[in-house]
C-alpha cells in the first residue's frame, strides 16, 4: 500500500519548514494543503514558502486571486501531481493548514455535478446584491439544511450551497453524506504540528514581521489593482483588510499591523477548533527546536512505517 505523509497545524506553527526539513531526510516532494498559499499574486500574506533544499514543490502559488478555487478543483489537481510524485518513487508529504483539504483527502468528496458558469455568476451578483444576511435568508427557505450547517458569515459556502441546490435541486449537506474517497488504497501518517498556545503566538509576530518588512503593503496596493469580486475565495486572506485600512489613511501602519496579528489569532483559535473536532486520530507533536522535532517526525515516520 502507498505511503503518503500529511502534515497539518495552525497558522504560523512552522509546518512548511518541518515539512521541507522531512522531504529532503526522506526522498519526498511537497504538495500544498492550504487554500490561501494557492494563489500566484499573494505570496508574502500567505506566507508561501521558498523552494529549497532542490525539494519540488507543487500546487503553490499556480491560481489566479480572481479566480473561484474549490476544495474539489484542489483534489483534482492533487491527483495529477500525486501520480508524478509517485511515478518518480519519491514520497508525498502535504503540509498546509486548511482542514478542509486534508478531510477531502482521507475520506473523499461527494460526487456533485460540474455547475454551469452562469448559475455561478449569478449566484455571485446574488449575493453581491443582498448582501449575506439577506442572501442567507434566501437560502435557508431554498435549502434549510443550510441553517444548522453552515455559518452565516461564511460567504464562499453560502455561495457555494446556492449553487448546487438551484442547480441539482438537492442540498450541498445532503450530497456531502455520499462522499466518494478515490485515496482509499493509500495509507496515511497524519502528523498535526501542535505548538503551546503562548510559543505560537510568538511565532505568529515573527511571521507577521517579515511579512511587512518583505512589503506587503505593496502586494496589498495590486492585489485591490485587480478588482477581485468581493465573494471569490482570495478575499479571505489575512492582512488584507487590515492593510487596505492604512493605505486608505483610516489607520496607521503600526495599528495594521495589531489588527492582523489580532485576527490572525482568531483564525487560529477557530482552525484548532477545527482540527480538534475532526483529526482525532492524527498523532500530535510539537518542539520548539526543529532539528529537534525533524529528528522526532522522521523517526516516527521511519519506525512505524518503512520508506523502503
Not at 186 to 199: A, D, Q, S, V
Request: charged share 30%; proline share 3%.
Amino acid at each position: 500500500m502507498q505511503k503518503i505523509i500529511l502534515i497539518a497545524g495552525p497558522t504560523g506553527s512552522g509546518k512548511s519548514e518541518i515539512a521541507l526539513r522531512l522531504a529532503k531526510k526522506i526522498n519526498g516532494e511537497i504538495i500544498n494543503a492550504d487554500s490561501m498559499q494557492v494563489y500566484k499574486e499573494i505570496k508574502i500574506l500567505s506566507a508561501r514558502p521558498e523552494k529549497i533544499y532542490n525539494i519540488t514543490h507543487y500546487l503553490y502559488g499556480n491560481i489566479s486571486v480572481k479566480q473561484n478555487f474549490s476544495a474539489g478543483e484542489w483534489l483534482k489537481k492533487v491527483k495529477l501531481n500525486l501520480n508524478k510524485i509517485l511515478n518518480k518513487k519519491k514520497i508525498p508529504v502535504f503540509v498546509g493548514g486548511t482542514g478542509l483539504y486534508f478531510k477531502l483527502l482521507t475520506e473523499g468528496i461527494s460526487d456533485i455535478p460540474k455547475i454551469p458558469d452562469s448559475i455561478r455568476a449569478k449566484a455571485r451578483r446574488l449575493n453581491k446584491k443582498l448582501g449575506n444576511d439577506k442572501f442567507y435568508n434566501l437560502l435557508i427557505k431554498l435549502d434549510p439544511l443550510v441553517e444548522n450547517n453552515i455559518i452565516q458569515n461564511d460567504t464562499h459556502r453560502l455561495i457555494r450551497a446556492y449553487e448546487v441546490i438551484v442547480f441539482t435541486k438537492k442540498s450541498l449537506i445532503e450530497w456531502q453524506k455520499t462522499n466518494k474517497n478515490d485515496f482509499s488504497n493509500y495509507r496515511f501518517i497524519k502528523i498535526y504540528i501542535n505548538p503551546e498556545n503562548n510559543f505560537l503566538h510568538k511565532l505568529l509576530r515573527l511571521r507577521l514581521k517579515k511579512m511587512f518588512e518583505l512589503n506587503a503593503v505593496d502586494e496589498v496596493k495590486k492585489f485591490y489593482k485587480l478588482k477581485v469580486d468581493k465573494t471569490l475565495p482570495a478575499n479571505k486572506i489575512l492582512g488584507l483588510e487590515e492593510i487596505k485600512k492604512y493605505l486608505d489613511k483610516k489607520i496607521s501602519i503600526e495599528k495594521a499591523f495589531e489588527e492582523t496579528f489580532i485576527r490572525t489569532r482568531r483564525y487560529v483559535k477557530r482552525q484548532r477548533t477545527w482540527f480538534r473536532g475532526h483529526m482525532k486520530d492524527w498523532i500530535s507533536i510539537f518542539h520548539p527546536n526543529f532539528d529537534i522535532l525533524t529528528k522526532k517526525i522522521v523517526k516516527l515516520v521511519t519506525s512505524s512505517w518503512p520508506l523502503n
